[in-house]
């Protein structure tokens, strides 16, 4: 965990309230992890799959593979635009979203 405190700049302080604030953030972070392999499971798993056997075809191996790229880059998209959102409210003084 130290290096997703040093590389987001998270981990610098000693601040008891500072350090809660970081894990808060981390959880989160794990939370969305979470959240993310769980959705894109579920909905590439029944687009790709009809019927589930011992192993996967070529092709559904394939859909599966297209399906988690685009569903990765649309959370991502949208991960950046909260993002960006939040940073704006937050540069205009107006509470933010979190």
């Keep these: 965990m130290d290096t997703i405190n ?4 998270f981990g610098s302080s000693n601040d008891p309230k500072t350090s809660i604030m970081n894990q ?3 959880e989160a972070a794990v939370a969305n992890a979470r959240q993310l392999i769980e959705k894109l499971n ?4 029944e687009k790709c799959i009809p019927k589930p056997g011992s192993s996967l075809s070529r092709g559904e191996e394939t859909c599966f593979t297209h399906c988690m ?9 949208v991960s950046r635009q909260y993002i960006a ?8 003084g107006g509470g933010g979203l979190l």
């Design 42 to 45: 579920e909905h590439c798993f």
């Design 69 to 77: 790229e685009k569903y990765m880059a649309a959370w991502n998209t």
């Design 6 to 9: 040093n590389s987001t700049g």
């Design 85 to 92: 959102r939040i940073q704006q409210e937050q540069g205009r």
């Design 24 to 26: 808060v953030r981390q």
